[in-house]
């Protein structure tokens, strides 16, 4: 290893499988030396390999009916690395090695700190909101997800300056750009769901709605694909008489998505939605969201309303029918004006893994 070379060293809280791509770029730049410090398992995500990367246990605790996290080592494992820059996923009070972390980076006045982050303001009221400013502050650069993110710490006097937008995204295998549509039946539209099969997912909102448009005299099916506790849901599809056109396809990945994806008209997401609209939107499928709006990700900021996609009221099977009901005609009078518009929108904010590693990369060489 180069003594010269700059030393850079991510902290993330597990290695996420769509952080894959995005991380194999910014690691094959010869002018640093990078390493990934992340847990072994967190919150029931299955990590991905990475590498490069220093895996370690966490020790959870529970305090005032709150969960924390330490990561055992971890500030063995900087000091070993030594890294000149430090780049950590966002503020959060619950981790509190990341926190410890960063003070310990102002210790050493040559080394900088950059949080890469949702750049929320959290719900922990004003006194939370200080506090994240002051560890915000506390750093030399911020990456944020989204401009939503900058316009939150310019509201908590960041400095515009110091916050650079580099947006999120999904591995290359993961996107849907150059796969032909083939929706061969303009008579019936295929809705499609894709992510953990939870409640939280407002799973029943949407088969609920299923059921009310197969009355109004639609035809259409829908596709639920992704993992989970199933159960409840295929018996309240088959207790409104529609289980033959719910179907659970169960979890895929890459380029096994494809069929689905490119046969189905619609994208359904009835609960707050984060990288799934980057995933939809790159094979062409406008997204229909509630219009709960504090309940999404950054990524919400992809959905341009009646062009690539649309909300509904939360919780109403009925509204949610009715949105779909419109994007059906939609749909079948202007795919290709759909998909393009889909597409360029991912296109044009840059949700991509080249372009999210190079403004990573950029922000690297400027120290």
């Known amino acids: 290893m180069n003594d010269m070379m700059k030393r850079v060293l991510f902290i993330e809280p597990i290695v996420a499988h769509y952080r894959r791509d995005t991380y194999r770029l910014i690691f094959s730049d010869s002018r640093f030396e990078f390493a990934l410090l992340a847990g072994d398992s967190y919150l029931d995500i299955k990590p991905e390999k990475v590498e490069k990367t220093i895996i370690s246990t966490y020790r959870k605790f529970t305090l005032l009916g709150e969960e924390f996290y330490y990561l055992r080592n971890s500030l063995h494992h900087v000091r070993h690395f030594n890294p000149d820059i430090v780049v950590c996923s966002g503020v959060d009070f619950h981790h509190l090695h990341t926190l410890l972390i960063l003070l310990w980076v102002k210790f050493h006045p040559k080394k900088k700190f950059i949080w890469w982050s949702h750049a929320g303001l959290g719900h922990q009221g004003w006194w939370g909101q200080m506090l994240r400013k002051w560890f915000y502050s506390l750093s030399d650069h911020i990456l944020a997800y989204s401009s939503k993110g900058k316009e939150n710490l310019r509201c908590i006097e960041i400095p515009e300056s110091k916050v650079t937008v580099v947006r999120n995204s999904l591995n290359q295998e993961d996107y849907g750009f150059d796969v032909v549509r083939n929706l061969t039946d303009n008579e019936s539209v295929q ?14 909102v949407l088969i609920r709605a299923v059921s009310i448009l197969n009355k109004n005299g639609y035809s259409l099916t829908c596709k639920l694909v992704g993992s989970g506790d199933d159960y409840e849901y295929r018996e309240l599809a088959r207790s409104l ?12 990945y890459g380029k096994a998505n494809e069929e689905i994806f490119s046969s189905s008209g619609i994208f359904v997401f009835p609960a707050g939605i984060g990288l799934s609209v980057v995933h939809a939107l790159s094979w062409g499928l406008p997204v229909i969201t509630t219009n709960n709006l504090i309940s999404h990700g950054p990524e919400l900021e992809l959905i341009r309303q ?8 939360d919780g109403n099977p009925y509204d949610l029918a009715a949105v779909v009901e419109k994007w059906i005609h939609k749909v079948q009078r202007y795919s290709i004006e759909i998909a393009s518009a889909c597409h360029n929108s ?7 893994p080249i372009k999210v590693s190079e403004k990573i990369l950029k922000v690297l060489s400027s120290f």
Do not use: H, M
Not at 191 to 204: A, C, V
Not at 241 to 252: A, K, Q, R, Y
Not at 346 to 352: D, F, K, M, N, R
């Open 191 to 204: 809705l499609l769901f894709s992510g953990r099969i939870s409640r939280q997912k407002g799973l029943d």
């Open 241 to 252: 008489g529609i289980g033959n056109l719910v179907d659970f396809v169960g979890p895929l």
């Open 306 to 313: 009646g062009v690539n996609g649309d909300f509904f009221e």
């Open 346 to 352: 991912v296109a044009e904010l840059e949700y991509t």
